[in-house]
């Protein structure tokens, strides 16, 4: 007689997960794509900024890098009142106050005014992405972090993919309305984040006990499995981790080894959303059109080797090994790119982009598994804000390199080292497993009680 079958479908955890992957990533994905429109658009309106009102390359490479300035500087402020307030009312505040200043831009006159407004766009989106991964840590056992990971961080290179076919007909509405196309680019799209910032007001909620679309056994198994592997990694940092102030903890050389390593990645994938553009205009006979177009193809390829990365991560349950092959692989495409011709240096920042776009995700899932949840959320602030700065010396390095040189070539030969330099940090990262993987020969926690939970 077969014996009964029992599938992962059946259990209140996964039918929880599977709920929150319909409901919750989706939206997510959707607040990434606005915000990767709003943050990497004066890219293709760089050349009309620079003709209409005088700010060139090195002006362009400064105001796109005061956004990352601001951006350090207040994230960890902005991730505390997160915990404070809980993320459905601070990711709302979030999406809203930078589709303002974003659509604001459209009145821009001069560098000093670019210079104000990228800085105040910066400030405005501070804390959202770690705000982010904080809440697949409440809401996802790790076992699931780095599939949801890679999708929600997919977002950012579906906004690449889609921002060069959307701008170049939005730059084309040049003189509708008596105003400039650029104006329509920014002005459009930041309202577009105001519009789904009020949405994601009524989707979300800040607590497992508050979401009203899982069933109270959902509810339960779920929040009691999250609990559970938190115990385990208070177990492992060890009890008198306990009893030590979470800006101690902070000063833990794994967190310096976390910030390097994605300050590495965070060149390479910023150094790309600015300069792509005007790396694809090279290529002869191209034209706005045509620019956004060919600039959607390294961001394409990168949401499939997304994908595939997270998948992988998951199921091997060790991510250090798969980044260090993914900073491999930008190294070695971005290197390509510079000593190639235009339109083969657009094929190679493709396999790039594979590369240092996988890493992200990649990397966001070893803090979840290492870090003590006492500073979690402040650690990943931490790391997200310092690594951030890469996109600052990016776009501003890049413009220096151009108005210098005429050519980029000597930035991609230092995206290429700084991705090998990334792939020797992430060496000396002490452990090496995904989050709520268990030991080989560890015990396996019992299983969650059926028990109510005493509300928090």
């Known amino acids: 007689m077969p014996s009964a079958r029992v599938t992962r479908a059946d259990t209140p955890v996964d039918s929880a997960v599977a709920k929150v992957f319909r409901r919750v990533v989706p939206l997510f994905i959707v ?46 402020p902005s991730n505390v009142l997160m915990e404070r307030y809980g993320p459905k009312v601070w990711l709302t505040r979030i999406m809203v106050s930078w589709g303002l200043v974003s659509a604001a ?23 959202f992405f770690p705000a982010i991964i904080f809440y697949f840590s409440r809401w996802l056992p790790g076992s699931h972090r780095g599939r949801a990971t890679a999708m929600f961080v997919a977002g950012s290179s ?47 909620d800040s607590r497992i006990e508050d979401a009203r679309w899982l069933t109270r056994a959902e509810q339960r198994a779920l929040a009691d499995t999250v609990e559970r592997e938190d115990d385990v990694r208070r177990a492992e940092a060890g009890a008198e981790a306990g009893t030590v102030s979470r800006w101690k903890l902070l000063l833990n050389p794994q967190v310096l080894v976390f910030c390097g390593i994605y300050f590495a990645i965070q060149l390479s994938i910023y150094a790309n959303t600015f300069w792509l553009p005007g790396i694809v205009r090279r290529i002869d006979g191209v034209n706005d059109i045509t620019v956004g177009l060919l600039s959607s193809l390294p961001w394409i390829c990168a949401v499939v080797a997304m994908y595939l990365a997270g998948r992988a991560s998951d199921r091997l349950g060790r991510s250090k090994p798969l980044l260090v092959a993914a900073l491999l692989v930008a190294a070695a495409g971005t290197y390509l790119a510079a000593i190639t011709s235009p339109a083969l240096a657009l094929v190679f920042l493709c396999v790039a982009a594979m590369g240092f776009k996988s890493a992200s995700p990649l990397f966001w899932t070893i803090p979840q598994g290492t870090m003590h949840p006492a500073v ?55 452990r090496d497993r995904s989050p709520g993987a268990p030991e080989p020969g560890a015990a396996v926690p019992p299983a969650p009680s059926a028990s109510p939970r005493p509300a928090a």
């Not at 730059?171 to 196309?181: F, I, K, S, V």
């Open 158 to 204: 579906i906004a690449a993919a889609v921002s060069g076919p959307v701008s170049g007909p939005l730059l084309a509405l040049d003189g509708m309305g008596g105003a400039a196309g650029w104006q329509w680019l920014f002005g459009l799209e930041g309202l577009l984040s105001v519009v789904v910032g009020c949405i994601a007001y009524r989707l979300l």
């Open 376 to 430: 979690l959320a402040p650690a990943i602030a931490l790391v997200n804000s310092l690594g951030n700065l890469g996109g600052f010396v990016a776009p501003y390095g890049f413009g220096l390199v151009k108005e210098a040189t005429g050519q980029v070539t000597y930035g991609l030969y230092a995206l290429a080292l700084s991705s090998v330099a990334g792939a020797a940090l992430v060496l000396l990262i002490r």
């Open 105 to 127: 831009t459209a009145f821009v006159n001069g560098p000093a005014m670019f210079y104000v407004l990228r800085f105040l766009l910066g400030v405005a989106e501070a804390g």
């Open 31 to 76: 607040m990434l794509i606005c915000n990767q429109l709003n943050r990497s658009n004066i890219g293709y309106a760089q050349v009309h900024l620079e003709a209409d009102v005088g700010i060139g390359a090195a002006a362009y490479g400064l105001g796109a890098g005061l956004f990352f300035v601001a951006y350090a500087l207040f994230e960890l």
